[in-house]
């Protein structure tokens, strides 16, 4: 029995990157997945390449900061099949790096609202779904920069502690429910978020990993999928490490 039969799930950014790996693997154990991306062209190319692995895919272009982007997600997925069972909030961005005395203030702005404005707007338009059958897993995208916090890039570390915060609050208020919230914080993974910084922070962050690796994109994956699956049963409101050993709480 593959573990997302008959089951729908939205994975938003993700026509590239760690979001698309998402989507392959949650498809490929039987979800089928809607994906949003910023870019539409990437969204519907991701779309067609996941209907050529077997996986019944849609695509919805819009910017995740967006209510009308999250209201239509949901709207779709059930207009299309009717339920709702599994979010990820994987849209993310780091945003320019510098000290904070040198980044203005409207960097701050930019990032929070790609971060946790559409983390909190995709949450509340999924919720009511996922409450109407008394199922859901919520799974948002942290960082282990939201734990520790990364010199110069502290919009996306501020903002990555507060889906940290988010997600330990639904999880609680959504305890008794069907519904489980969790989180992941990974470590450097190379994708194109990096083309945001400097190989000079790059390298600063990997030599901060016991393994002296970066993680792969299908590990991300495979941590989602158990995150986002009837398995994970007994979690709710955690924050799940994935960062090659940097974490040591
Ligand atoms: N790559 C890493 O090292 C790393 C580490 C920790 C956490 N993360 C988190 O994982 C998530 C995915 O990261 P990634 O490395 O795959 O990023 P990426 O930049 O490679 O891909 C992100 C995708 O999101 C889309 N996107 C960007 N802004 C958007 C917006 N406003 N609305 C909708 N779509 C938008 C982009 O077009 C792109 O397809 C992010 O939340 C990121 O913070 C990544």
Redesign the pocket.
Known sequence: MRRFEDQVAIV????????LGIAERLGSEGARVLI????GA?ADHAAVALAKQGVDALAVA????EEA?AACAAAQAMDTWGRLDVLVN?????GNTAPLWELPVSELDRVYA??LR?TYLFCQKAVPHMLARDYGRIVN?A???GKEGNPNMTP?SAT?AAVIGLTKTLGKELAETGIRVNCLT?????????EQTTQAQMDMLLARIPMRR?GEIEEVAALVAWLASAECSFSTGAVFDISGGRATY
């Open positions: 938003t950014g993700a026509g590239s990157g760690i979001g949003t991306d910023i870019d990437v819009g910017d995740t900061a982007t994987n849209t993310g961005i780091i790609v971060n559409g995208m960082s282990i920069a996306y990555k990974p470590a450097v993974v190379r994708t194109p978020i990096w970066s």
